[in-house]
């Protein structure tokens, strides 16, 4: 089942802005992971943040948890044309069945950036 | 960087074939590899877990036999659609991860997936 739920569904900003998106999961976790998918391709892994940190900065990026409220932010700053894809919140949990970790994804944002 | 080359990128075939995606991690080996299955402007929906060597572990609701999956190597896990209708149409990508032990805690590589189109 899906854990994780990213807010807003759409997002369109003008080139130079800021975007956040944000994402609420169920469960305990053992991180929580943020992903970019171009359409109609395949994801590009952007940034992982464990269940004990609370914010983590990749270039333009920057991520935040709250194990509390089980939640978690991706900010963009200072976007460009190009960030415009679909933006993927997955939390990864164990699962004894399969004897591995997995992802479990949202159902993702989809940014625009107006040149 | 670890890279996953997925294969082919796009294919259409006719009702009642079936259509083999071949996942390869090119420079890591994958114990474990993902599939997993995107309809339109939809989220990733995890099909199985493929692990080398073994049975693959599939997800409530998918069937076993008509999404058969082969991990025969450490980098290569094969997805073969058989008997593909209209209904199978659909993006499908795989993912693998390329941590150490504690392998949870790394993100995950993925391929660039498979357009399947059945006519």
């Known amino acids: 089942s899906q854990q994780g739920e990213e807010d807003p569904q759409a997002l369109s900003i003008q080139e130079g802005e800021n975007a956040t998106m944000n994402c609420s999961y169920k469960?305990?976790?053992?991180?929580l992971q943020w992903y970019r998918q171009n359409s109609g391709r395949g994801l590009v892994h952007l940034i992982l943040?464990?269940?004990?940190?609370r914010e983590k900065h990749s270039g333009r990026l920057r991520v935040t948890l709250d194990t509390s409220k089980k939640s978690s932010s991706l900010l963009i700053t200072a976007s460009r044309a190009a960030d415009t894809a679909s933006y993927f919140c997955?939390?990864?949990?164990?699962?004894?069945?399969?004897?591995?970790?997995?992802?479990?994804f949202g159902k993702g944002t989809k940014l625009s950036v107006i040149p | 960087g670890a890279v996953v080359s997925q294969h082919p990128s796009w294919v259409i075939c006719k009702s009642g074939t079936s259509v083999k995606i071949e996942c390869r991690s090119l420079d890591f080996q994958a114990t474990t590899m993902f599939w997993y299955r995107q309809f339109p402007k939809q989220s990733l929906m995890l099909m199985a877990t493929s692990n080398e060597g073994s049975k693959a572990t599939y997800e409530q609701g998918v069937e076993k036999d008509k999404f058969l999956i082969n991990h025969a190597s450490l980098t290569l896990s094969t997805l073969t659609v058989t008997s593909a209708h209209p209904e199978d149409s659909s993006f499908y990508i795989c993912?693998?991860?390329?941590?150490?032990?504690?392998?949870?805690?790394?993100?995950?590589?993925f391929g660039s997936g498979t357009r399947l189109t059945v006519v």
């Open positions: 993912s693998a991860s390329h941590g150490g032990q504690t392998w949870g805690d790394y993100g995950y590589t």
């Open positions: 943040i464990r269940s004990n940190e």
């Open positions: 469960t305990s976790i053992n991180n």
């Open positions: 997955a939390t990864s949990e164990f699962y004894s069945g399969a004897g591995s970790y997995q992802l479990t």
